[in-house]
Nanobody, 120 residues
């Protein structure tokens, strides 16, 4: 099992910045990719950014150039630096991890989420 704990959310004015963190614990060996998802009120949960264990990254078009995903493998921590925030960035941000296991196959885990609110 993998436990994911997010932190760093809060209330910020449009144009401001926040940095989210996600700490993984438990059976972290075998995690091949980690991602940030966002869920706005009344909407589906959408992928914001992803990073592989090798450091490859991908971003949703809506956040390219404003958000940066990174990870510190030694600390089992993933980050999301969010700059130039917009009201439409408001939502609950969830950490997600994909893990491959030899016997159990692929596994997927979610954190509990952290609220980000951007005021106009």
């Amino acid at each position: 099992q993998v436990q994911l704990v997010e932190s760093g959310g809060g209330l910020v004015q449009a144009g401001g910045s926040l940095k989210l963190s996600c700490v993984a614990s438990g059976s972290v060996f075998g995690i091949v990719a980690m991602s940030w998802y966002r869920q706005a009120p009344g909407k589906q949960r959408d992928l914001v950014a992803a990073i592989t264990s090798g450091g490859s990254t991908a971003y949703a078009d809506s956040v390219k150039g404003r958000f940066t995903i990174s990870r510190d493998n030694g600390k089992n921590t993933m980050y999301l630096q969010m700059n130039s925030l917009k009201p439409e960035d408001t939502g609950v941000y969830y950490c997600n991890a994909d893990r491959n296991t030899l016997l159990g196959g692929p596994q997927n885990y979610w954190g509990q989420g952290t609220q980000v609110t951007v005021s106009s």
